[in-house]
């Protein structure tokens, strides 16, 4: 969940300590990587069937990315929110089998963390609000702040009409998120938000609307969901036991030797459990600096296919456009109406929630921009090659083509979109990581990089 301040709650801290027999690979923002941690990893992602094997010294580098981005997301605090844990959770759940065996000093240090959770929850308790999100920069000028605050009421108004929130979330809201789930953000704890956001949406009972919020980050509408207090203790024992464990599945296992062969052992189970932790935190944090960044940011898109234009242009002729079968003839018909009216973008989606609704397929389709031998109905239409069957499906016998045959390729940068938001991100990553590099430092032991090749 994007935007949220992460401040201080109190659930489990993971520690972790080194055997001294267990030697440090390498240190990120001063936290030390154990050999036995590092020669688990190498291994298993540059066993005999990978086909981009690397060696240990240009592992070693990726190996530190990947912990300078864990930084990041524990900087964050991405780790104390209640929806990393429950899937956390679930995934230590599914590794092993469901059962939690803890001692009584486990369970009185679960209890007492329960107790003091449940103490700064107090009466309030959880909530769990969906939001629409307009975005607004601190730095925006005076008329772009009028424009964000005139839409944010315009949108508030539509709801207030009877506009169902979730649609309009979808459509509108810019955390791509909440927007994908209807705006729907989990449940929430005090204190994980920006107190306008959190005055706001504690102050709603179930069913209700905020007027727009602004908090720093821009406007935020609130429909409150659902609220209630913390369960009961016995309800969440096992995920808390599960959180103290991670302590102990941290810890580095002296004087033990990892290799590909090792899958089921004690050790590498303990190191498996350490990758769910970890992997999923470095998932988020990517996600939220690179991924859906890159994806939403048509501004920087539109720059980067402008000053990259020649890497995209392809030779040969292109179509923009639909290959598409349907059950009738009315429908074949009315596909071609409606589009008519749809930018290109919003074809797919429209004509399946115009036409496929309900769990009844009554078109099915290709949308994209198609080469030669790209698509068989396409090839013969369009392209006028003889040379292809198209293979057709009896309950669907009426069959279409729709679009635009290109001059050149490409027009615009949607042509060529899904490689645009590639290579956009692949620039967000390395100067992201490069900006990690210079918050937090790295050191990597030469000496000892050099005796994991000696561990298999």
């Known amino acids: 969940m994007k935007r949220f301040l992460f401040l201080p709650v109190l659930w489990f801290t993971v520690l972790t300590t080194q055997a001294q027999t267990d030697p440090v690979v390498m240190t990120v923002n001063g936290v030390p990587v154990p050999r036995s941690e590092f020669a688990y990893s190498y291994y298993k992602n540059n066993g005999h069937g990978q086909t981009d094997r690397k060696t240990v010294e240009e592992y070693a580098s990726l190996y530190a990315n990947y912990k300078l981005k864990l930084a990041a997301a524990l900087e964050a605090r991405l780790d104390t929110t209640l929806a990393y844990r429950q899937t956390l959770a679930s995934y230590l759940n599914r590794q092993g089998g469901g059962a939690v065996v803890a001692g009584t000093d486990v369970l009185a240090e679960a209890r ?69 789930q209807g705006g729907d953000m989990g449940w929430l704890q005090p204190q994980q938000t920006f107190v306008e956001f959190e ?62 062969t090792q899958q089921a052992s004690p050790v590498n189970e303990q190191h498996l459990s350490q990758e769910y932790h970890d992997g999923l935190l470095v998932y988020e944090i990517t996600n939220r600096e690179v991924w859906q960044r890159a994806k939403t940011d048509e501004v920087g898109l539109r720059a980067w296919f402008d000053a990259h234009k020649k890497t995209y242009v392809s030779e040969g002729p292109h179509y923009r ?66 040379d292809v069957v198209v293979q057709m499906d009896a309950s669907y016998p009426f069959e279409a083509v729709y679009g635009k045959k290109l001059k050149k390729y490409p027009e615009r940068y949607n042509d060529v979109r899904a490689q645009v938001v590639a290579d956009y991100q692949q620039m967000l990553e390395a100067e992201w990581v490069a900006s990690l590099r210079s918050r937090y430092p790295v050191q990597i032991n030469q000496e000892i990089l050099k005796t994991v090749n000696q561990q298999q």
């Open 321 to 386: 456009g639909v290959a598409y079968v349907t059950k009738t003839k009315a429908d074949m018909k009315a596909v071609k109406k409606y589009l008519k009216r749809l930018p290109f973008e919003q074809w797919e989606a429209g004509l399946r929630a115009t036409f496929n609704s309900n769990g009844e397929e009554r078109v099915k389709m290709t949308v994209g921009v198609f080469k030669s031998g790209d698509n068989a109905m396409i090839d013969r239409e369009v392209f006028k090659r003889r």
């Open 199 to 260: 005055q706001a949406a504690y102050a709603l009972q179930p069913g209700q609307l905020s007027r727009p919020i602004l908090a720093p980050d821009g406007y935020h509408i609130i429909l409150m969901k659902e609220r209630k207090q913390l369960e009961p203790f016995e309800m969440l024992q096992d995920d808390l036991v599960r959180s103290f464990q991670q302590q102990d599945l941290r810890k580095a296992v002296a004087g033990q030797k990892v290799s590909a």
């Open 112 to 180: 007492h963390l329960y107790d003091r959770t449940k103490k700064a929850i107090g009466t309030q308790g959880l909530i769990r609000p969906s939001e629409i999100f307009l975005r607004l920069s601190t730095q925006a000028s005076r008329s772009e702040q009028n424009r964000i605050a005139q839409r944010a009421d315009s949108i508030w108004r539509a709801l207030q009409s009877g506009v169902d929130f979730a649609t309009l979330a979808r459509k509108v809201s810019q955390d791509p998120q909440t927007a994908a």
